[in-house]
């Protein structure tokens, strides 16, 4: 239990740092390129929206795939379908060499209202392959222990890391344009003064800052990955619900919240609760 706590502590650690050399938030080893740029352009609100997929030829196959699997289970088509009937919101997706085995969602549009109005995702040419670490990511992490034939499959993996991104866009279409702009501006100041004040965070200006912006710098990106971590367990318990693994899933995205994202244990559970049967929880 020790150890674990020190890996938890160093990751963060390392996390921060890379924070503040980059000068924006990013997870090392799932989102390629970061949350908090790119952020804040205000457009009309679209009249003829859904979803655009601008899918380069080579990657066609392997994204029908992904997408199928997605729509295999109720959740995911509810996810979808809330995108593709909504002519107000425009939600591009693409899969690019830019991202590896990750993916990414940004270059977010709101309207005059403050409204969220667009995003686009872009998907990993190997989405499906590879599992993030489980201090941040414990739900797509959860998946490296079943990943063996007759298990979950590669196809099921890319489509979690793909429920994981709605995530994100769900999450900042119910934030205030506001509260997104404050942080993403306030971040990199943040980070100025941890850099130069030899990282004390009691500092007055970085409490004040903090305050503004409704937590840290680390706080507020972790808050927005458990987010896209607890859509994509949905969507993965109701894929795998009727194997004979399911409480075993159940159970290793339960141990990796409680090792590492402790805070943030209730939207995991309320997942966990609602999807699976009383069996699992004993
Ligand atoms: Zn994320």
Known sequence: MEILSISRVSFLLISMLI???SGIAKPSDYHQSGLFTDNDRVVKTPTDGGIVEKIPAKYQERYNKWKTELLSTDFGRAQWDKYANNKNFILEITVSDKENQGAGTGNYQWNEQG???GASITLGLKLDKGFPSPVYFPVMNSISDFN???EISNDTLAATKFMHEFGHVNMTYNTNHLTFQTQNK???DYNKILLSNGYNTKDQRLLELVGKMGGTP???????EYWGEANAMSY??????KTDY???VVKKINYNV???AETYKDRFFEVANSKSPSACRK
């Open 19 to 21: 924070i503040v050399i």
């Open 115 to 117: 409204e969220l109005v």
């Open 148 to 150: 063996i034939p007759g």
């Open 186 to 188: 306030l971040i990199p």
């Open 218 to 224: 680390v706080e507020i990106w972790e808050n927005r």
């Open 236 to 241: 993965l318990l109701e894929r795998v619900q």
């Open 246 to 248: 399911f409480c075993s």
């Open 258 to 260: 409680v090792t590492f």
